[in-house]
């Protein structure tokens, strides 16, 4: 059974940052591109960043300079380093693992940014 459970969210001041993390079990991050997407009250789920099986990262425009996905193999987890959080970062965060057919996702985890 495949599992993805998120971790790391909470409340924290603008300006300030968080580290997310998504624990697999049931697959091997490194052979499924894993990404992360967030999705705030009333909105729709958007992509935030993204690591492929080779490396290749990506971000959404909104959060590029301030985050970074990477994955710890040993650990077989992927992480989201997110800097400089505004108020607008305010959502709940889901790990997503997919490759061919198979599509995976977490629970997700609230990430709130207010002072």
């Known amino acids: 059974q495949v599992q993805l459970v998120e971790s790391g969210g909470g409340l924290v001041q603008p300006g300030g940052s968080l580290r997310l993390s998504c624990a697999a079990s049931?697959?091997?991050?490194?052979?499924?591109?894993m990404r992360w997407y967030r999705q705030a009250p009333g909105k729709q789920r958007e992509l935030v960043a993204a690591?492929?099986?080779?490396?290749?990262?990506n971000y959404a425009a909104s959060m590029k300079g301030r985050s970074t996905i990477s994955r710890d193999n040993n650990q077989n987890q992927v992480l989201l380093q997110m800097n400089s959080l505004k108020p607008e970062d305010t959502a709940v965060y889901y790990c997503?693992?997919?490759?061919?057919?198979?599509?995976?996702w977490g629970q997700g985890t609230q990430v709130t940014v207010s002072s």
């Open positions: 690591i492929t099986t080779g490396g290749t990262t």
């Open positions: 049931g697959i091997i991050v490194s052979a499924y591109t």
């Open positions: 997503n693992a997919i490759w061919s057919i198979q599509n995976y």
